[in-house]
Nanobody
Framework: QVQLVESGGGLVQPGGSLRLSCAASGISFMVVAMNWYRQTPGMQRELVGAISIGGRTMYADSVKGRFTISRDNAKNTVYLQMNSLKPDDTAVYYC???????????WGQGTQVTVSS
């Protein structure tokens, strides 16, 4: 059974930073690409960025230069480092497995990120 468990969300002031983690189990982590998505109420889930098996990354224009995705295959974990956060970044962030830049089959439960003063 595949499980993706996100952590690291919370409340942060504008301009602050957070690092989200997504721990995977029940999946051959080294051979799957990973995505981060986010969703706000009433809106479609949108792609934040992705990391390939080999470490290549891609990002939505709205986060380029502020967010960084990385992976640690030894820990079966993918990270989303978010810097210079803005109120518009407020959303539930989801980890997604088995796709690069497109939604794969597996989703985490999501973690709330709120950017507010």
């Amino acid at each position: 059974q595949v499980q993706l468990v996100e952590s690291g969300g919370g409340l942060v002031q504008p301009g602050g930073s957070l690092r989200l983690s997504c721990a995977a189990s029940g999946i051959s982590f080294m051979v799957v690409a990973m995505n981060w998505y986010r969703q706000t109420p009433g809106m479609q889930r949108e792609l934040v960025g992705a990391i390939s098996i080999g470490g290549r990354t891609m990002y939505a224009d709205s986060v380029k230069g502020r967010f960084t995705i990385s992976r640690d295959n030894a820990k079966n974990t993918v990270y989303l480092q978010m810097n210079s956060l803005k109120p518009d970044d407020t959303a539930v962030y989801y980890c997604n497995a088995d796709g690069f830049g497109r939604a794969g089959r597996y989703w985490g439960q999501g973690t709330q990120v709120t950017v507010s003063s």
